[in-house]
């Protein structure tokens, strides 16, 4: 499989704390992805980081990538409840787009 | 503007009937893929179509087919269902011309039980 793995599978913390969630794949890729899922929902795009950038922000989010070590990192500062969430990184190889098997995170009030 | 609507929200087959999970977005898409999302598994690429009348395989084609006539609509037909086929299928899409993003819409989900 050409999926990503993201780490650690379940993360619980409490509001006002930053969630760091972490992801390895396996191929070279164009771009890294990150999707959150509420439940029972569709997945929402978060954020793309490219394969030549390092560091990328969006509000709350920050990604970085590392491509000589094939992992990609998602830091959510100060966390709400409503960022509980499973949160799943993708990579984007030429015409394919694979998703990693996503970390449940509950953010408890 | 509806993005990806996908019909229907929940079926249920009996082993061996056939059916089609409709998938159509407004967005001028060129890319359009269909995913399943099992526990443990998360989600794992069917079959994928980078334009109109040009479709490809993922990482788990078989008993499933797919076709893309117009650039709207790309439907998922199991030929045949199976118990292992019981999952949720999402169908997405991106617009593989914005340089800038190549972030996917995602519908809403279709939650299949064959029994």
């Known amino acids: 499989s050409q999926q990503g793995e993201e780490d650690p599978q379940a993360l619980s913390i409490q509001e006002g704390e930053n969630a760091t969630m972490n992801c390895s794949y396996k191929t070279s890729i164009n771009n890294l992805q990150w999707y959150r899922q509420n439940s029972g929902r569709g997945l929402v795009h978060l954020i793309l980081i490219r394969s030549n950038e390092r560091e990328k922000h969006s509000g709350r989010l920050r990604v970085t990538l590392d491509t000589s070590k094939k992992s990609s990192s998602l830091l959510i500062t100060a966390s709400r409840a409503a960022d509980t969430a499973s949160y799943f990184c993708?990579?984007?190889?030429?015409?394919?787009?694979?998703f990693g098997t996503g970390t449940s995170l509950t953010v408890i009030p | 503007n509806a993005g990806v609507t996908q019909t229907p929200k929940f079926q249920v087959l009996k082993t061996g009937q056939s059916m089609t999970l409709q998938c159509a977005q407004d967005m001028n898409h060129e890319y359009m893929s269909w995913y399943r999302q099992d526990p443990g598994m998360g989600l794992r690429l069917i079959h994928y179509s980078v334009g109109a009348g040009i479709t490809d395989q993922g990482e788990v084609p078989n008993g499933y087919n797919v076709s893309r006539s117009t650039t709207e609509d790309f439907p998922l037909r199991l030929l045949s269902a199976a118990p292992s086929q019981t999952s949720v299928y999402f169908c997405?899409?991106?617009?593989?011309?914005?340089?800038?993003?190549?972030?996917?819409?995602f519908g809403s989900g279709t939650r299949l039980t064959v029994v």
């Open positions: 997405a899409s991106s617009d593989r011309r914005d340089r800038a993003s190549y972030g996917y819409t």
């Open positions: 993708a990579t984007n190889t030429g015409n394919q787009f694979y």
